[in-house]
Nanobody, 124 residues
Framework: QVQLVESGGGLVQAGGSLRLSCAAS????????IGWFRQAPGKERDFVAA????????KYADSVKGRFTISGDNAKNTVYLQMNNLKPEDTAVYYC?????????????????WGQGTQVTVSS
């Protein structure tokens, strides 16, 4: 079992930055893919970014490329999502998820473990 806890959400003006954290417990994140997804009201849960450990491969949705950066700290068992130049359309609940595999996955159904989510609101 893996438990995931997100933090770092909040309210920010357009153009601002936030850093989300996903702390994992239960077992080490080696040979694990951690993904970030987001869900706006009335919309589906969409892929944002993913990070694989230990190879440190990353993948991003086109909508966040160049603005968001995903990274991991194996010593802290934590994955981060640095979000810069935020836009109102980035407003959503952000979830981190984990699955034991080597290849990065972008579909929510692939992931086995989920956090409770953290709200990100970007005002215009």
């Amino acid at each position: 079992q893996v438990q995931l806890v997100e933090s770092g959400g909040g309210l920010v003006q357009a153009g601002g930055s936030l850093r989300l954290s996903c702390a994992a417990s239960g077992r080490a994140l080696l040979n694990t893919v951690i993904g970030w997804f987001r869900q706006a009201p009335g919309k589906e849960r969409d892929f944002v970014a993913a990070f694989s450990s230990p190879l440190t491969y990353t993948k991003y949705a086109d909508s966040v490329k160049g603005r968001f950066t995903i990274s991991g700290d194996n010593a802290k068992n934590t994955v981060y999502l640095q979000m810069n130049n935020l836009k109102p359309e980035d407003t959503a609940v952000y979830y981190c998820a984990a699955v034991s595999r080597a290849a990065i996955a972008t579909t929510a159904e692939t992931y086995d473990y989920w956090g409770q989510g953290t709200q990100v609101t970007v005002s215009s």
